[in-house]
């Protein structure tokens, strides 16, 4: 059945180190009128509340910045996710820092809690921190962890407070009981950039990463299909796609922690559509346009938005 398409507008950049991300929407209906492109006034626009006032609140949390306003987030992200794939609607979500995307999959989860969800996550970094490991305490590098139930606390460098571990809680627990994914239902797609605790976590539980070098030798059909072979158990796939998986240098540095030797965005653009091609995917959601970094004007944004169009066709074309 055909599902029509929504955007969701989450604009939240409360897990990111850096400001900025919340200026994506606006970025890419700039870079969407400049090329001529309808899809933000045909397409339904669903917006989540900014929270984004709380970053002028004082640090409660070090190890998990603002935790207590993404909770907030969180609840409301996934009500909404579940509501639209309720509705038959296929979501495509624009978020400000990738700390967002776990409340998008505790959404689908409580739309489908008796269906394997298997996630395909497009980046430059594995994002398995917790509390107990993060470097940062940004809880953009968290977002797996919650999705896993994951504390990685073999690895735990950070002893944080009884209000910080509640609060923590209450995020892997939004929306359902954690864990939302099992760690065999998650693949890699260029992923470069992890601390230790993150390489622990990968090799104990055999995550895959299609790492740049290997796609760029064996093909995009190749990972691709390995990567549905590897999902084979799921009955319904997530897509997070963050634009550093993107190479700093050859695209632009308008995100948030942006890595060299990545994706062309060639590549981003190509791996992107054959991922479509599978027919469990449910939502779709892209993070981490950061303009206010953009070392070569709107760059971030213009390349997305052409990314994003061509998916969303693709989409609409193979229904």
Known sequence: MKKKISFIKNMNELGAGTRGASMAFDALEMAAIKFGKHLFNEIPIKEVTSHNSELYHPIQHPFAKHIEGINKIHEEVANLIAAELKNDKMPF????????????????????PDKNLGVIWIDAHGDLHSPYTTPSGNVHGMPLSIALGSDNL??????????????????K?????????????????????TESSED???????????????IRHKGIEFCVSESFKRLEQCEIIYISFDVDSMDCNLVSRGTGTPVENGLSSEEAEKLVLRLMDDERLVCFEMVEINPLLDNK???????SVRILDKTINKYMSRL
């Open 93 to 112: 979500v624009i978020s400000g820092d990738h700390s967002n995307g776990a409340a998008t999959i505790a959404g689908i989860k409580k739309a489908y």
């Open 154 to 171: 073999s690895k735990q460098k950070n002893y944080p407070d009884k209000d910080t571990v509640s609060a923590w809680d209450s995020l």
């Open 200 to 214: 622990y976590f990968i090799e104990k539980n055999q995550i895959r990463n299609f790492k740049v070098e290997e």
């Open 173 to 193: 627990n939004t929306a359902g009981d954690s864990p939302k994914i099992n760690a065999d239902h998650v693949v890699f797609f260029a992923v470069r950039d």
């Open 297 to 303: 004007g709107n760059k971030m944004a213009e390349t």
